[in-house]
């Protein structure tokens, strides 16, 4: 074999990337076009959040903040990401899996040159990409309205969004693999969403609760996602902590990835 014909052979094991990037990309659009014709879907992805976050401020406004170095901004805004990445993100993201599922176009993906998590991760890009744009508006808009001084800590905020993200998408995946039809998947996501927003501090901040419960909430998903986020923008989170945040978070990862790859059902349930 030549120098020149021995150039293009391809090495065993090599990703070829920019075809990777071709197929992320033509599901995304895909994907996109769909979820723009659900005007009901994007309307509960691009409002919730917002109303809620108008809502919550009643709610903070009774909370003693008092020597947790939180305000009423740095309450109120890091919750508002809690509820994109939950709802716009794991709800929203449930229910287009069991949707292509049960129309069979995951099955007929697979027969294609996409991998399962390129199909998985193409089905996710519109959702992840609205959210994305959702957070940064609130982060900018919520904090230009409270007056609130810019994060102590960007780095440990942009952290738990993106990690917030990813594990948002594998537990959609979970969720959608115990859920049969899409009306079902408001019924299998309601558990999740209410823990979350009661124990892992969206609403509630966990550092004005009772240490003992503080502790085993800080174990939920969401939690290490809303750590990052509020105490990365006051500055309030020692090493140790910050380390804990992570290792949580990133033990629900890959947790969240071989739940999907043991459950997930690529053809309709029955």
Known sequence: MSTTDAATVKAPGRVDTSAMGRRLRALGRAELTLLMRNKAMLFV??????????????????MNLKGTGLSMGTVLIPGSIGYVLVFAVYANLTGIYVTRREELVLKRLRTGEASDGEILTGSALPSLVLALGQCALLLAGGAAVLDLA?????????????????????????????????EASQITTFPFMAISFVGSGVVVPLDVMPDALANVCSLLPVSPTMELVRNGWVGTLSGADTVKALVVLVVWIVLGTLAVRRWFPWEPRR
Do not use: N
């Open 45 to 62: 992805a691009l409002a919730t959040p917002v109303l809620l976050t108008i809502l919550m401020r009643q709610t903070i406004s009774g």
């Open 150 to 182: 810019p994060p102590e800590r960007p780095e440990l905020v942009v952290a738990g969004v993106l990690l917030g993200l990813v594990l948002m998408v594998l537990l959609a995946a979970v969720s959608a693999a115990f859920t049969r039809t899409t």
